[in-house]
């Protein structure tokens, strides 16, 4: 029996005989295991990840991950469903992939991170799209802060929600360019706490191998607590970022399990 065939056959009995965290691929760039009966968790050896979920229809792949050879072929492995290739932002790590994709759906902001070598289709998705893959619906939100345009996918009857790199995992960046304003990122936390006040209880974020678990509100309610310390004052005392990255003189902020990295240029820019 071929390799492809014992894959195929392994894939099978996970997929059909739903165990929870059960590990149904692997190779030595990814680690693909099944979280829920319809949502599969894909973990890069660069600790991005991605999120497939399938309906009775059709199938989501919520972002690509960045070098991870024969993604398709991956995929396929587990759904032969029509996908949907959605990209949360464009920044490499979610989006190095899409060139194995004839086509992808992303938020018009995030074009000016976009690969302008990729030659396939762009479809542009905006604040309130609903995608219907067959008894299960996924909604986008529009969260700007990490990018411009960052978005958060929604499963309102399962009360899941993607997130991306929208609130970091653990830590968001917002010191990367284009900058955006505090007060941008704010509103998105906001937003995210209506959500979950109205019914959304798990945020599976963009780097799950850090973390092995989704976020709960409280969560979400220290970030808006940092983005709102950091514009009026009364954040905790700033730290350097050990990373130089975005900005010459990073600084960081934590409360709880959230920090947000920030340039201190920045921070009281208006939108």
């Keep these: 029996m071929n390799k492809l065939i014992c894959l195929s056959f392994l894939l099978f ?9 059960a590990q149904v691929f692997q190779n030595k760039e990814l680690t693909i295991t099944q979280l829920k009966d319809n949502m599969w968790v894909v973990e890069t050896d660069d600790n991005t990840t991605m999120y497939l979920v399938e309906g009775t229809q059709k199938a989501m792949l919520i972002d690509v991950g960045t070098k991870t050879r024969k993604l398709d072929s991956i995929i396929r492995l587990i759904t032969k469903k029509p996908l949907v290739a959605m990209i949360t932002h464009a920044h490499h790590d979610h989006a190095g992939n899409i060139g194995y994709f004839a086509e992808i759906w992303l938020h018009p902001a995030d074009t000016v991170l976009l690969n302008r070598s990729y030659k396939g289709k762009v479809n542009f998705v905006n604040d309130g799209d609903v995608f219907d893959l067959g008894g299960t619906q996924i909604e986008v939100v529009h969260m700007p802060g990490h990018t411009p345009g960052s978005i958060v996918l929604i499963d309102r009857k399962a009360g899941i929600c993607y997130s991306g790199d929208s609130f970091g995992s653990n830590h968001v960046w ?35 191998p850090y973390v092995k678990k989704a976020f709960d509100k409280s969560y979400i309610v220290s970030m808006r607590e940092l983005a709102e310390g950091l514009i009026n004052g009364t954040a905790p005392a700033a730290e350097p970022y050990a990373q130089k990255v975005g900005c010459q003189n990073p600084m960081s902020v934590t409360k709880g399990e959230a920090t ?12």
């Design 13 to 21: 009995c996970s997929v059909s005989y739903f165990n929870a965290d």
């Design 260 to 271: 947000i990295v920030y340039d201190p240029a920045f921070v009281n820019k208006e939108e």
């Design 174 to 208: 917002m010191q990367l360019k284009p900058l955006t304003p505090m007060q941008t990122y704010l509103n998105s936390c906001i937003k995210m706490e209506q959500l979950m006040d109205g019914g959304i209880k798990d945020i599976y974020c963009g780097h799950y």
